[in-house]
């Protein structure tokens, strides 16, 4: 159960991402709990005495500290008692949802473009850490990311999982992909690293 304490320690990590991220939480709860569920969140939120992440006054392309990026998803996942495959489905539906994705789509002409790109996309969603693609392997069906200099927190871990599977999985149209987090900061890794293959 998440406590002020928790919450304030949450609040203290730096870095900042886009106000998107919420909108694509409110699509999914929306989606899967309604809008019971959202009420739900927002009076958790309340009890915590924290703003309402939930709201209109969220912009899509406004600024907004990454802790309450960490504090959705760990809220989210408690109040509806969900784990770790329900937090790789939220991040493989956030792409369908995100503003931001969709102004992008025009870009994501091949999987070589879109992940050489992918430092700059994720400038555009995260003031902290580095995305790159060390490895696109099109022959052998085979991608690589490293996400470096991003040791916020675990459950983004699963997130991002589903995340770049979706965004793969916009250029790359197979029912066949798989992804796995090879290497991860909290395992005492340097950076998180996701290889994406398939068919």
């Known amino acids: 159960m998440l406590d002020k304490n928790e919450v304030e320690e949450i609040l203290k990590i730096k870095g900042k991402t886009r106000g998107a991220v919420f909108h694509t939480d409110v699509k999914y709860v929306l989606d899967k709990k309604g809008e019971q569920g959202l009420d739900e969140l927002r009076k958790k939120l309340e009890a915590l005495g924290q703003k309402n992440i939930y709201g209109k006054e969220i ?5 907004y500290p990454l802790g309450w990026r960490i504090l959705s998803l760990l809220l989210i996942e408690e109040t509806f008692n969900w784990g770790g ?11 369908k949802h995100s503003f931001i994705v969709k102004t992008l789509l025009r870009y994501f002409v091949s999987i070589e473009k879109t992940f050489e790109e992918s430092s700059k996309y994720w400038e555009k969603h995260y003031s902290v850490g580095k995305l790159e693609a060390p490895e696109i392997d099109i022959k052998n069906k085979k991608l690589v990311l490293h996400l470096m ?14 995340y770049f599977k979706a965004i793969a999985n916009l250029v790359v149209k197979t029912d066949k992909m798989t992804i796995k987090e090879t290497k991860c900061a909290f395992d005492k890794d340097l950076y998180h690293e996701y290889v994406i293959e398939w068919e």
């Open 59 to 63: 912009k899509s392309t406004g600024w």
């Open 149 to 162: 200099d991003f040791k916020i927190h675990p459950i983004l871990c699963a997130y991002f999982k589903g």
């Open 85 to 95: 495959k329900e937090i790789i489905n939220m991040g493989m539906s956030a792409p």
